[in-house]
């Protein structure tokens, strides 16, 4: 077997398994936000499509790290080539994705509430919506997406406080007209969207750091695996013999002239 530098193979091994923990991690990250937006059945809109991407890139992310390692402890030069092509591709598919996504960042926030108040009033949007909303409203303890006023006099019972919610100080008193009788009503203080938009962000920031450290990690590993299949081609390459042309053959010592003269 050819040998190559221990340092730089040590090195792309260790690399590659980090890059197959990144690919665990994406996946684990996938299953979380597969519960997470799960709201009493109700569907996200691209959420499917959203948590394909995350387990396909995951599945690929280890699957190329497999075969990284493998080229690197054993060596071989097709696994390595095949390697380090993903590697390129897989590096100029990250910077597309994670510089745009990096600039977007700041007004994402503002870019939700727009999309968000065309829902209002809540009491008349889709039943989808509203099943969404109620979800949303029981799982983080809030009510309306600005205000417990986004749903008009048709407060729903996912806005109701229970009692431990109202010991910890979290319910508003509301009050509202039914048949010309004046109500009351217990409801969670809290609105929904600084909430949704905080646990958006900060799923938005780690998709970006995941995404910037693939780059990294892709970069790292088109180097290495780089420089390993030089070596390897290097090593593999036979001897070149310098052969003296005749030309150049020295002539005989001026003794063999003197005592050898030629003959006529």
């Given at each position: 077997?050819?040998?190559?530098?221990?340092?730089?193979?040590?090195?792309?091994?260790?690399?590659?398994?980090?890059f197959a923990i990144v690919g665990g991690?994406?996946?684990?990250?996938?299953?979380?936000?597969?519960?997470?937006?799960?709201?009493?059945?109700?569907?996200?809109?691209?959420?499917?499509?959203?948590?394909?991407?995350?387990?396909?890139?995951?599945?690929?992310?280890?699957?190329?790290?497999?075969?990284?390692?493998?080229?690197?402890?054993?060596?071989?030069?097709?696994?390595?080539?095949?390697?380090?092509?993903?590697?390129?591709?897989?590096?100029?598919?990250?910077?597309?994705?994670?510089?745009?996504?990096?600039?977007?960042?700041?007004?994402?926030?503002?870019?939700?509430?727009?999309?968000?108040?065309?829902?209002?009033?809540?009491?008349?949007?889709?039943?989808?919506?509203?099943?969404?909303?109620?979800?949303?409203?029981?799982?983080?303890?809030?009510?309306?997406?600005?205000?417990?006023?986004?749903?008009?006099?048709?407060?729903?019972?996912?806005?109701?406080?229970?009692?431990?919610?109202?010991?910890?100080?979290?319910?508003?008193?509301?009050?509202?007209?039914?048949?010309?009788?004046?109500?009351?009503?217990?409801?969670?203080?809290?609105?929904?969207?600084?909430?949704?938009?905080?646990?958006?962000?900060?799923?938005?920031?780690?998709?970006?750091?995941?995404?910037?450290?693939?780059?990294?990690?892709?970069?790292?590993?088109?180097?290495?695996?780089?420089?390993?299949?030089?070596?390897?081609?290097?090593?593999?390459?036979?001897?070149?013999?310098?052969?003296?042309?005749?030309?150049?053959?020295?002539?005989?010592?001026?003794?063999?002239?003197?005592?050898?003269?030629?003959?006529?």
């Amino acid at each position: 077997m050819t040998q190559v530098n221990r340092c730089l193979k040590l090195t792309l091994i260790v690399s590659n398994v980090f890059f197959a923990i990144v690919g665990g991690l994406i996946i684990s990250l996938a299953l979380l936000l597969q519960v997470l937006t799960h709201f009493n059945g109700a569907a996200l809109e691209g959420r499917g499509t959203a948590l394909v991407m995350l387990y396909v890139v995951g599945t690929i992310t280890m699957v190329i790290a497999a075969v990284g390692a493998y080229g690197a402890h054993r060596q071989s030069r097709p696994a390595l080539i095949v390697f380090l092509v993903c590697m390129v591709i897989g590096s100029l598919l990250m910077l597309r994705v994670g510089i745009p996504a990096a600039a977007v960042r700041p007004q994402l926030e503002g870019l939700m509430k727009d999309t968000l108040s065309q829902m209002l009033p809540l009491d008349a949007t889709s039943q989808e919506n509203k099943d969404i909303a109620n979800g949303v409203q029981e799982m983080l303890q809030c009510c309306g997406l600005f205000s417990y006023d986004d749903w008009r006099q048709n407060i729903p019972d996912s806005c109701l406080c229970d009692g431990v919610a109202q010991r910890e100080g979290k319910c508003q008193t509301v009050n509202y007209n039914m048949l010309m009788l004046q109500m009351k009503k217990l409801v969670y203080a809290q609105p929904c969207f600084p909430l949704i938009a905080h646990y958006v962000l900060m799923m938005v920031d780690v998709v970006i750091g995941v995404v910037f450290v693939l780059a990294i990690l892709a970069l790292l590993g088109l180097t290495l695996s780089s420089i390993m299949i030089h070596q390897l081609r290097a090593a593999n390459r036979p001897s070149v013999v310098m052969v003296v042309p005749s030309i150049f053959k020295a002539a005989p010592p001026k003794y063999q002239e003197l005592h050898n003269p030629p003959v006529y």
